[in-house]
């Protein structure tokens, strides 16, 4: 027996996205393992992407977008996972090549999900999302390479006013790093001091790609932006310096050179949020539901009805938005 929901559908005319509320059934779901009422969902900004037709990032309609979810199980043909059991879902290209979160159902393989973790609630696992994740991701990279707390020197991260720069600002801080936030929006500075940046940086300081080599500043950085800014950081990096690398907001291309990398033992670690093991998924979770400061993140969480997502997804593409979107499901 099917059961009926609302979702967003994309659909694509003469090569222009359209997006339209549906009244489906879980017929027209993909195949999957896993049926899960949806709950929570997030903005990122690759959803934004999504919802404006940029990048050629879905490739076949009608597509349901929505990048990450968090909900309860329905019904599953696989043991590890009962009806009623707490789930999240971030990466495996789901809101790209497979239907995603921003309808109330959603059916996908087992292996995509991980169950809820201890200490957290479905909203606030969804108020981390991908964008916390991936944090997430790139602090474990850091301290893998032998970057801690105890050395002299701050960590950067750019892009800080963004979802994953506000996440890995809290991170970092609750850890005890010393964290330089870089931004280039002044109204966002006491909201990263408040999210426990010790130092701003107006990224218009991290656009010089003259020089293969500036005065060393930092142990090292998690960056969100990619290219110019990207090139800037590693001829900025301290001996041994390490590089968390997690988005590509300013572009694929990276302006440099080896010298970094020759000459200073800098490291570049790429960080993969999409098809992450599992071990490594849990792993991550349960850190951030123990060490993420949750009212911290909440107060850096917007919530928005999924029936008005459409005007955000321009907000985010435009560098509008400060912090977290938790996009209610439910409410469309």
């Given at each position: 027996m099917s059961d009926a929901f609302r979702a967003l559908v994309l659909d694509q005319n003469d090569k222009k996205v359209t997006a339209e509320f549906r009244n489906l059934t879980t017929d027209d779901l993909p195949d999957g393992d896993v049926l899960v009422r949806v709950k929570w969902s997030?903005?990122?900004?690759?959803?934004?992407?999504?919802?404006?037709?940029?990048?050629?990032?879905?490739r076949t309609y009608p597509h349901v977008p929505g990048v990450d979810f968090s909900g309860e199980v329905v019904s599953s043909s696989e043991a590890r996972y009962k009806p009623g059991d707490e789930v999240v879902l971030t990466g495996w290209r789901v809101g790209e090549a497979h239907w995603g979160g921003y309808g109330q159902m959603a059916r996908v393989k087992a292996d995509w999900l991980v169950p809820l973790p201890e200490g957290l609630d479905a909203?606030?696992?969804?108020?981390?999302?991908?964008?916390?994740?991936?944090?997430?991701?790139?602090?474990?990279?850091?301290?893998?390479?032998?970057?801690?707390?105890?050395?002299?020197?701050?960590?950067?991260v750019t892009g800080a006013a963004g979802g994953v720069g506000s996440v890995a600002v809290s991170i970092l801080s609750a850890l005890?790093?010393?964290?330089?936030?870089?931004?280039?929006?002044?109204?966002?500075?006491?909201y990263l001091r408040d999210l426990g940046a010790t130092t701003i940086i107006d990224?218009?300081?991290?656009?010089?790609?003259?020089?293969?080599?500036?005065?060393?500043?930092?142990?090292?950085?998690?960056?969100?932006?990619?290219?110019?800014?990207?090139?800037?950081?590693l001829s900025e990096m301290k001996y041994?310096?390490?590089?968390?690398?997690?988005?590509?907001?300013?572009?694929?291309?990276?302006?440099?050179?080896?010298?970094?990398?020759?000459?200073?033992?800098?490291?570049l670690i790429g960080i993969d949020s999409v098809m992450?093991?599992?071990?490594?998924?849990?792993?991550?979770?349960?850190?951030?539901?123990?060490?993420?400061?949750?009212?911290?993140?909440?107060?850096?969480?917007?919530?928005?009805?999924?029936?008005?997502?459409?005007?955000?997804?321009?907000?985010?593409?435009?560098?509008?938005?400060?912090?977290r979107l938790l996009i209610d499901v439910q409410d469309c």
């Open positions: 997030t903005l990122n900004y690759k959803d934004g992407m999504i919802l404006n037709g940029l990048g050629r990032l879905v909203a606030q696992a969804m108020s981390i999302g991908t964008a916390g994740f991936t944090s997430m991701l790139a602090v474990m990279a850091l301290e893998e390479q032998g970057i801690s707390p105890k050395q002299d020197g701050e960590v950067l005890g790093y010393r964290v330089a936030a870089s931004t280039g929006r002044a109204e966002t500075h006491a990224r218009n300081e991290l656009t010089d790609t003259s020089k293969p080599l500036l005065a060393e500043r930092w142990i090292g950085a998690i960056d969100s932006v990619g290219s110019t800014t990207l090139a800037h950081v041994h310096g390490v590089v968390a690398a997690c988005g590509l907001a300013g572009g694929a291309d990276l302006p440099g050179t080896v010298i970094p990398f020759l000459l200073r033992g800098v490291r992450c093991p599992y071990a490594t998924r849990i792993r991550a979770w349960e850190r951030l539901a123990k060490e993420l400061p949750i009212d911290q993140l909440n107060a850096a969480t917007t919530k928005v009805a999924l029936r008005d997502v459409m005007p955000w997804g321009e907000k985010i593409l435009k560098g509008q938005i400060k912090g």
